[in-house]
Nanobody, 113 residues
Framework: VQLVESGGGTVQAGGSLTLSCAAS????????MSWYRQAPGKQRALVAS???????NYQDSVKGRFTISRDNGKTTVYLRMNSLKPEDTALYYC????????WGQGTQVTVSS
């Protein structure tokens, strides 16, 4: 199993970014996928998840601003982040739970005020 995140960067508050997670080594279309984030000094927390059927769930703090989506043909999951706030600054991880929990290496998102 391999999860490779990309798309992080530094943006000003109010800006947007789209994260991508390219997945391989498992049946992507059969698997729920998630995005987590970890800010300095804080625990890793769930941001959004999407079922294999495309149903999405979000952490309350990102509802209405973030959108998770998936492309089964490209075996990629996305996180579109709009109206970014400084408190969104974190290392963002892609996750899939199969026989165990798998993580990507993370992509850094920094939002300046």
């Amino acid at each position: 199993v391999q999860l490779v995140e990309s798309g992080g960067g530094t943006v000003q508050a109010g800006g947007s970014l789209t994260l991508s997670c390219a997945a391989s080594g498992f049946i992507f279309s059969d698997s729920a996928m998630s995005w987590y984030r970890q800010a300095p000094g804080k625990q890793r927390a769930l941001v959004a998840s999407i079922s294999r059927g495309g149903s999405a769930n979000y952490q309350d703090s990102v509802k209405g601003r973030f959108t998770i989506s998936r492309d089964n043909g490209k075996t990629t999951v996305y996180l579109r982040m709009n109206s970014l706030k400084p408190e969104d600054t974190a290392l963002y991880y892609c996750n899939v739970v199969l026989d165990t929990w798998y993580w990507g290496q993370g992509t850094q998102v920094t939002v300046s005020s």
